[in-house]
């Protein structure tokens, strides 16, 4: 997979991410999750609606062995005990020895010490991509002591030289979640204006986008897509996925229930004509 | 209880599991559950929807106590930490010395070594019934080397061999679980053509299955219904509210909600309307 | 915080309700959860949906840490691991050191040995409040056995002896959830008759309570307003929002998503149309 993407136009961003969708549907990427006791249903729901397959193993002596023949892998360091971080690193062994793309997500770390260093371990490994809130991504760069759990304190813009440096730093594209999402390689930067203010009220909004894109990863290895057009497109399909069930909920609850029926109605067409993407070269 | 049924004709079984059902809820079985982190609270919302008594005790030195005061037992390997493990083995103990019925969901066996294992030694301490895909039968069997994770990549009835096989080895009912179930004690077979292909959208459509015939094999004891018939009723009745769940449904969030409000909903004389029942010596 | 409550009105309580729910909004009280798997994802929507900033921190190393930054910690017992008995220890230790109030659920101790012995040394170290059935509040004041899982097997006032005791002897405000609410500093107890029984048939129905109970105490500590106050007007917010949820409900499920939109949709007038509150100095 090459890290140079040729320039193209925000309308052939969204077309190509309406071609993962489509690819990924096909043929169901299987997601090794790696995540918090929070979210871990909520992700694999999120999962199997929008068509991967999901699959939770954090078990040490079994995760390794699993990131090598799964699709494409999520790390997310919400609530890691013991057996999770050995699991962890299993996982992303495996997964690098077997070329199998990976998501870090290092939830809430910068003030909490054992994720924080388990983080810093981990994207050591050089994620083929993060994702986090600007306070997060500031973290682990390094330039700011993080937020005050999984809230971000800082908005995706504030967190621009953080991400660009990390995603040079290791070879990662870098996710930067907030109302506006920021995506960068180090060399250009995708913004994504897509999403609903809702997804901040239902826990696991931010960790599921994660293991999407570690799905639309595992679906890009398959069409030979560039990892910072993957990220961009699990953006864009979860953003516009929330749009679709923020106009029919009537609240966090029926939001959530939305979402899963959305994620699992949203067509690769649709993608395009509710794209909000600013595509630049940095 | 008897191992032996007497023959009956489909209608016969649907009425005792309209009885069963009624029995259920008037002494609501106290189902002990040790489960995976995906489905936890899925699980324990059916149990309740249902009617039953959750209780989610995966603690050592908790959970061999507590299986034998308990109706029903579920074993279910999905996330299978150290402390699971352990629990997992004490609580089976604890289940045969008390005379509990207990029920085996060996998740995603075959390819990942820790689980496989255990469900080997869990097996060998005769569980009352075994629920699983054709994937995980046919590994339990020993006649394959699993699936790539909770899905099922066989049909049932693929598995027949293997479910009739272990059926006979530790004299355990065994159900696999598809688009038509298969149940069968290895002296006949039931199958059962209801559900609906959206229990397969949401993450412990059948994880929480193992739960509901734990429940019903608790309510068993009490009427003294045989555990091929407790099994095949907790079959019917997950897949006949899953039919009523579907038709209100716009995808799997509402579905899963929809489910949860079937089971509450459904009663006695409702399944052997809807019933798709098939019961045949082998 | 006085542990004096000055003699006030029904309708004052559900005012300092409605005023406490408005400071909660305005600045989410950062609420520190120590829970059990079962229940960890419908807290944090929960909180959430009610206005209130999760953070599920049970990670040995960190939870102490946490629990001194937090505006309110709870202590849930329902499955309480190895790492979690000993986070727990240590936040409540955090808490204290920092005077951040913190809720203790000894969700079903009195028959499960290891979380009955963790209850009493967590009960030592003085909770700002304890929430529980009854079964649970009889079992923690060492009056009974305990019940046979989480179920409540006696009414609140069957317990109001229990609940009088711990409160005196470990300074703490004791709630007993059931049909009716009851709420005492050992001083005064305040009954509360809102709610409805599908509280009963959702899980997490109670656990969720005792987050909210600690947020209202982190909100609390800004306004002032002593702990029974602040722990009575936590369950007229939840139990007034259940009562709209189930207006709305069509069983269990519907329920559980009705709930966390009225969570959000109430507001501080509608508790005190809605109260049905008594209080009495004992």
Redesign the interface.
């Known amino acids: 997979m090459s890290d140079r993407l040729r320039p193209e136009s925000e309308s052939t961003l969204a077309a190509t991410a309406a071609e993962l969708l489509s690819a990924l549907r096909e043929t169901p990427p299987?997601t090794h999750c790696i995540t918090?006791?929070?979210?871990?249903?909520?992700t694999?729901?999120v999962l199997?609606?929008l068509g991967a397959?999901?699959?939770?193993?954090?078990?040490?002596?079994?995760a390794g062995?699993?990131a090598g023949?799964a699709s494409g892998v999520l790390i997310n360091l919400?609530?890691?005990?013991?057996?999770q971080r050995e699991a962890s690193l299993e996982a992303v062994a495996g997964a690098n020895a077997a070329g199998t793309p990976w998501v870090l997500d290092p939830v809430?770390i910068g003030?909490?010490?054992?994720?924080t260093a388990l983080a810093h371990d981990l994207v050591a490994a050089r994620p083929t991509a993060i994702r986090g809130n600007a306070s997060e991504i500031l973290a682990l760069a390094g330039l700011s002591a993080g937020g005050?759990?999984?809230?971000a304190t800082d908005t995706p813009d504030a967190a621009i030289d953080a991400a660009v440096a990390l995603a040079v730093r290791h070879g990662s594209v870098v996710a930067v979640s907030g109302a506006v999402d920021l995506i960068t390689d180090g060399h250009r930067v995708v913004r994504i204006a897509n999403g609903d203010e809702l997804l901040?009220?239902?826990?696991?909004g931010g960790c599921a986008l994660g293991a999407v894109m570690a799905a639309f990863l595992g679906a890009a290895r398959t069409t030979g897509t560039e990892s910072l057009v993957a990220v961009a497109a699990a953006s864009l399909a979860y953003t516009v996925a929330a749009e679709r069930a923020a106009m029919r909920a009537?609240?966090?609850?029926?939001f959530?229930?939305?979402?899963?029926?959305?994620l699992?109605?949203v067509q690769p067409h649709d993608l395009a004509a509710a794209a909000h993407i600013e595509e630049r070269a940095l």
């Open positions: 299987l918090n006791t929070v979210v871990t249903g909520f694999a729901n199997l609606a397959a999901p699959a939770m193993v954090d078990i040490v002596d079994e062995l699993f023949v919400g609530t890691p005990t013991p057996e809430a003030a909490l010490p054992v994720r005050r759990g999984v809230d901040t009220r239902v826990t696991g009537s609240g966090p609850g029926s959530a229930v939305e979402l899963l029926d959305a699992a109605s």
